[in-house]
């Protein structure tokens, strides 16, 4: 990846970030929200141009219901009219919770001594996968501590083990990591392990709120360090980078208005934003007990959700089972691409329910707060997840093509090559329904799903149509991983 630092403020001294707190405030107290101007800004985001700083802060600056409601109906015809009706499905995969910072909001932070601290050994994570593999998941993301444990070496180890785990017709075709920062030379190793897309939340972008939570004595203690990891994965190689924020610990207009800097800024440097931007609310954790101050309420959250897919309408956006399966539900129309499903926080646990749910007992046990980072609060399983994507329309797609072809950058080709949606990515989503139809439906959600797929042959490009039939069939047939 070219790097130009003649055009981006990479911060070259501890006290000039190139995120500054004096400008994103300044563009949120002295923007003003005419329905106009809000009205404009949609349509240039509908033109498919993402949005500036002062642009994102007229949507931020937005309070009329009214002018609200267009904004997030903006967000709604953006994904309809660019991505069509595809929701991609993952789960995480917690790999080992040691950890030696002292992140206040989390459940594994090293002053947490209830926490049970385990690590997954080679066998115990070949078995989870096996159980993944066996509900149908083809993308998972593994997430880890920060320890000196979790090496890049050790991190491209289990990433290597996830790829090599086949289980039946099972395989994992995508491993996304959520880890601590490294520097060039370890993001060069998870490279070579085949990563796909690496994620590290900020957290928060305002330093003080950051040092708040962050103490000082620990490695997370260093915004510094933190804000230029994607800097650094970039000039190691790695393009899809996942962006985040955790809203809860500073105000979310800042947060969001910060976020837009941090995608110029790699824009700016690498000539490519971010990959993924996710942006999960705190939720309840091990022995959690922080100030309340700036939660986001359900409302709110739905309009920064329709702002992020205005501001930057050619990033995946990503909405986890942080959240109930009633608001996933509603968000899910105003630009989400991305859910987790059949998610279980419990280091190591996709095996004994995968277990339990062979010997036909009862899975829905509580969360066991002391042994997972925070409480989810949809733990629905993949199928019953597939169930409802399919009664609300939504072509639920496991594809991993363009990253195994090379195709990095996918979203923004979806959104900027023409035809590209209706010649690869609806096809590929189909075959890989299909697939998941084939080998692990019940029937309720192989009829939907049948039925699905008869549906969206309308939206593949016809030039595309009798092959995509053709490979149907071959997968009726015992062929697996075929794609465009
Ligand atoms: N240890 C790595 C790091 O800090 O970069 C991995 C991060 S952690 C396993 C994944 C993310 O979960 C964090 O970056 C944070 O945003 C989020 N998180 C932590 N505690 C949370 C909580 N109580 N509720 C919701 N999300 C939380
Ligand atoms: Fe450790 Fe990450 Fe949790 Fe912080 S957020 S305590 S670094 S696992």
Not at 38 to 48: A, C, P, Y
Not at 300 to 322: H, M
Request: hydrophobic share 35%; proline share 4%.
């Amino acid at each position: 990846m070219q790097f130009h630092p003649e055009k981006c403020r990479i911060p070259d001294e501890p006290n000039k970030p190139f995120i500054d707190s004096e400008e994103i405030w300044d563009y949120i107290n002295n923007t003003k929200s005419t329905p106009d101007r809000v009205r404009e800004i949609i349509q240039k985001s509908l033109d498919k141009n993402r949005l500036t700083m002062e642009e994102t802060a007229v949507l931020i600056n937005t309070t009329d219901p009214e002018l609200v409601e267009e904004i997030k109906e903006g967000a709604r015809e953006l994904k309809r009219r660019i991505y069509g009706n595809r929701i991609v499905l993952f789960a995480p995969l917690y790999v080992g919770n040691h950890c030696i910072n002292d992140c206040k909001y989390c459940g594994f932070r090293s002053s947490n001594k209830e926490q049970i601290r385990t690590t997954l050994t080679d066998e115990e994570l070949i078995k989870n996968v096996e159980a993944l593999e066996d509900d149908g998941q083809k993308r998972l993301i593994l997430v880890y501590g920060e320890h000196p444990k979790y090496s890049a070496e050790y991190i491209a180890h289990t990433v290597n083990l996830t790829y090599a785990t086949r289980k039946g017709n099972g395989s994992i075709r995508r491993v996304n990591i959520n880890a601590a920062p490294l520097d060039v030379k370890g993001f060069r190793t998870v490279k070579e392990a085949g990563i796909g897309t690496y994620q590290i939340f900020q957290e928060t972008y305002n330093i003080n709120a950051y040092k708040k939570f962050h103490p000082a004595y620990t490695r997370k203690g260093d915004f510094n360090w933190r804000l230029t990891s994607m800097d650094r994965a970039q000039q190691a190689g790695i393009d899809d980078n996942g962006l985040g924020i955790l809203f809860g610990l500073y105000d979310w207009r800042f947060e969001v208005l910060a976020m837009i800097r941090h995608t110029n800024h790699l824009e700016a440097c690498f000539n490519v934003g971010p990959h993924t931007i996710s942006f999960p609310r705190i939720k309840d954790a091990s022995g959690l007990n922080i100030d309340r101050e700036y939660m986001v309420d359900d409302e709110t959250f739905l309009k920064i959700i329709a702002i992020f897919r205005l501001a930057v309408p050619y990033t995946g956006l990503i909405l986890t089972a942080r959240e109930s399966p009633e608001f996933r539900h509603n968000a899910i129309q105003f630009g989400i691409s991305q859910i987790d499903g059949g998610t279980n926080l419990q280091i190591g646990d996709y095996r004994y329910h995968h277990e339990d749910t062979e010997n036909n007992t009862d899975k829905t046990e509580n969360q066991n707060l002391h042994r997972e980072q925070f409480k989810i609060n949809d733990d629905r399983t993949l199928s019953d997840i597939i169930d409802e994507l399919l009664d609300d329309n939504f072509i639920p797609s496991f594809c991993t093509a363009c990253y195994r072809l090379g195709r990095t950058g996918e979203h923004f080709m979806e959104f900027s090559v023409p035809g590209f949606i209706k010649r690869y990515c609806t096809p590929n989503a189909i075959l890989t329904l299909a697939e998941y139809l084939v080998d692990y439906a019940n029937p309720t959600v192989a009829a939907k799903g049948w039925k699905c797929i008869e549906n969206n042959f309308k939206n593949v490009d016809p030039k595309f149509l009798d092959e995509l039939k053709n490979r149907i069939e071959r997968i009726k047939n015992g062929e697996r991983d075929l794609y465009f």
